[in-house]
């Protein structure tokens, strides 16, 4: 590629859009929807239920995003159960486990989960500190195991370069951090000063990184003038809020998620942070949506964990959707989050495996057959299409994100309908074959592989609008 490129020519090759569209219809799936029945499975299939062990938080600021991720999953597993079950004859059984309990903890509650109480496979994390540890045990135990969020590149980077039996179905960490800088170089292509305010673990770092090396590329003017990094599960902000604000920047980029987003945007409505500088997040919108109240400013960009938000693809566009919502919303009174999806879509993953599996060989599949079917297998859900690529392990969904807005349909915010960011993920992530790479492998793909913008590019703004309480 070109050293230095026009930023236009270079967010069109990136595939950005920004708006209500959908750009593939229900008529070309290339495999089996969600929640669709089996057929008459091949020979003999056990009666006895198949044990699923869920690992996320139920309880602290993070159960916002933690009792989504099991109630997606419960969704899909009450469905499969009242056709009898995963072949029409073992039904699922889910054993909760608490993530809150920290990472030795989790640990040591993963084995006990396999060897003393059976369990025939794994699922859930939110943490992306936890996954580089459990994946291992995972390995080791050969626990068939499918992570729905723990989003760290670590995980597949380092921890478990060569994996068997952990997947993971949720855009990578990285996704986060270019996502959210690309829609800011490209709503806000004149800011210069920039402050942070990341949670300080790998989540956060990773955030932080990957939104860098982005506007190295994208907005070579634009200088980091702050840095604030609270601990996870920080209740008072105050420190960092003035801090970003006596840096008197042009905008504000921070990946603070859950309970702690929740508590950070109410502290920084009374500072006036939101009158003072743009704000740009990547994960704002990835609690629950009843979280987050109408007193949360519009117009910023209010990310969703790159990868999914209720509303979107909304309407009829996307039937898998508008379904997934409604069933949601009737079974908890609420609507879902992107763990919520990730739960529900994961299980039916689950479920299409076993049936290929089933078809090929006959009989319960072993946790080999599975495997083989999930590498490489394509799936639409409510998020849209994905993919899970063999080599890694990893979901792939294209990317994305939005503007905060009120709505009368909603007694909470969500992202503007119309004003949509879309990114396909392939376009910002390091493909196959790109060697590991440090802090991460998109980072070094992007480092070595991106032009740079020339200094006077410019493009205009995704109909930015100032934020407003």
Same mark, same amino acid.
């Given at each position: 590629?070109?050293?230095?490129?026009?930023?236009?020519?270079?967010?069109?090759?990136?595939?950005?859009?920004?708006?209500?569209?959908?750009?593939?219809?229900?008529?070309?799936?290339?495999?089996?929807?969600?929640?669709?029945?089996?057929?008459?499975?091949?020979?003999?299939?056990?009666?006895?239920?198949?044990?699923?062990?869920?690992?996320?938080?139920?309880?602290?600021?993070?159960?916002? %995003?933690?009792?989504?991720?099991?109630?997606?999953?419960?969704?899909?597993?009450?469905?499969?159960?009242?056709?009898?079950?995963?072949?029409?004859?073992?039904?699922?059984?889910?054993?909760?486990?608490?993530?809150?309990?920290?990472?030795?903890?989790?640990?040591?509650?993963?084995?006990?989960?396999?060897?003393?109480?059976?369990?025939?496979?794994?699922?859930?994390?939110?943490?992306?500190?936890?996954?580089?540890?459990?994946?291992?045990?995972?390995?080791? %135990?050969?626990?068939?195991?499918?992570?729905?969020?723990?989003?760290?590149?670590? %995980?597949?980077?380092?921890?478990?370069?060569?994996?068997?039996?952990?997947?993971?179905?949720?855009?990578?960490?990285?996704?986060?951090?270019?996502?959210?800088?690309?829609?800011?170089?490209?709503?806000?292509?004149?800011?210069?000063?920039?402050?942070?305010?990341?949670?300080?673990?790998?989540?956060?770092?990773?955030?932080?990184?990957?939104?860098?090396?982005?506007?190295?590329?994208?907005?070579?003017?634009?200088?980091?003038?702050?840095?604030?990094?609270?601990?996870?599960?920080?209740?008072?902000?105050?420190?960092?809020?003035?801090?970003?604000?006596?840096?008197?920047?042009?905008?504000?980029?921070?990946?603070?998620?859950?309970?702690?987003?929740?508590?950070?945007?109410?502290?920084?409505?009374?500072?006036?942070?939101?009158?003072?500088?743009?704000?740009?997040?990547?994960?704002?919108?990835?609690?629950?949506?009843?979280?987050?109240?109408?007193?949360?400013?519009?117009?910023?960009?209010?990310?969703?964990?790159?990868?999914?938000?209720?509303?979107?693809?909304?309407?009829?566009?996307?039937?898998?959707?508008?379904?997934?919502?409604?069933?949601?919303?009737?079974?908890?009174?609420?609507?879902?989050?992107?763990?919520?999806?990730?739960?529900?879509?994961?299980?039916?993953?689950?479920?299409?495996?076993?049936?290929?599996?089933?078809? %090929?060989?006959?009989?319960?599949?072993?946790?080999?057959?599975?495997?083989?079917?999930?590498?490489?297998?394509?799936?639409?859900?409510?998020?849209?299409?994905?993919?899970?690529?063999?080599?890694?392990?990893?979901?792939?969904?294209?990317?994305?994100?939005?503007?905060?807005?009120?709505?009368?349909?909603?007694?909470?915010?969500?992202?503007?309908?119309?004003?949509?960011?879309?990114?396909?993920?392939?376009?910002?992530?390091?493909?196959?074959?790109?060697?590991?790479?440090?802090?991460?492998?998109?980072?070094?793909?992007?480092?070595?592989?991106?032009?740079?913008?020339?200094?006077?590019?410019?493009?205009?703004?995704?109909?930015?609008?100032?934020?407003?309480?």
């Amino acid at each position: 590629m070109a050293t230095e490129v026009n930023r236009r020519d270079f967010l069109s090759t990136l595939g950005v859009t920004v708006g209500a569209g959908l750009g593939a219809t229900v008529g070309s799936l290339p495999i089996v929807g969600v929640a669709h029945a089996q057929g008459q499975p091949k020979g003999t299939i056990p009666d006895t239920p198949f044990k699923i062990g869920h690992m996320t938080f139920f309880t602290g600021p993070a159960a916002v %995003l933690g009792e989504p991720m099991y109630k997606g999953q419960l969704l899909a597993a009450e469905e499969i159960n009242a056709q009898g079950g995963l072949l029409g004859k073992r039904k699922i059984e889910i054993l909760k486990a608490d993530e809150n309990a920290g990472t030795d903890a989790n640990v040591k509650e993963l084995r006990r989960l396999k060897l003393s109480e059976k369990i025939d496979f794994f699922w859930g994390i939110t943490s992306s500190g936890n996954t580089p540890a459990l994946g291992p045990v995972a390995e080791e %135990l050969k626990l068939l195991t499918i992570f729905v969020d723990g989003c760290t590149d670590f %995980l597949f980077d380092k921890a478990v370069p060569n994996p068997h039996y952990i997947f993971r179905i949720t855009n990578m960490q990285s996704a986060d951090g270019v996502t959210g800088a690309v829609a800011a170089a490209m709503t806000w292509p004149k800011a210069k000063r920039i402050a942070h305010i990341h949670p300080d673990y790998s989540y956060g770092r990773n955030a932080f990184d990957h939104w860098t090396i982005t506007f190295k590329k994208l907005m070579p003017q634009a200088e980091n003038v702050s840095e604030g990094w609270p601990k996870l599960g920080t209740t008072d902000f105050s420190s960092h809020i003035t801090k970003a604000i006596a840096s008197k920047p042009d905008l504000l980029a921070t990946s603070v998620w859950g309970g702690d987003y929740v508590a950070f945007y109410k502290q920084a409505l009374r500072y006036g942070m939101f009158d003072k500088m743009k704000v740009a997040s990547m994960i704002a919108f990835g609690v629950a949506p009843h979280a987050i109240g109408k007193d949360h400013p519009e117009g910023i960009i209010a990310g969703v964990h790159s990868n999914y938000h209720f509303t979107y693809p909304g309407g009829d566009r996307w039937p898998y959707n508008k379904t997934f919502v409604e069933k949601y919303h009737k079974r908890f009174n609420e609507y879902p989050n992107f763990q919520a999806e990730g739960g529900y879509t994961a299980t039916n993953i689950l479920k299409a495996a076993i049936e290929k599996a089933n078809k %090929l060989a006959g009989g319960w599949p072993d946790d080999d057959a599975i495997i083989a079917m999930l590498e490489g297998m394509m799936i639409a859900g409510p998020a849209g299409y994905v993919y899970i690529r063999p080599d890694n392990h990893q979901g792939y969904k294209d990317a994305v994100t939005g503007f905060s807005k009120n709505v009368a349909e909603y007694p909470f915010p969500i992202l503007d309908p119309d004003r949509i960011i879309t990114i396909p993920i392939r376009n910002i992530t390091a493909p196959p074959g790109w060697p590991k790479g440090e802090p991460t492998s998109t980072y070094t793909w992007i480092d070595k592989t991106w032009p740079r913008v020339a200094m006077a590019s410019a493009v205009p703004p995704a109909k930015a609008a100032p934020a407003k309480k």
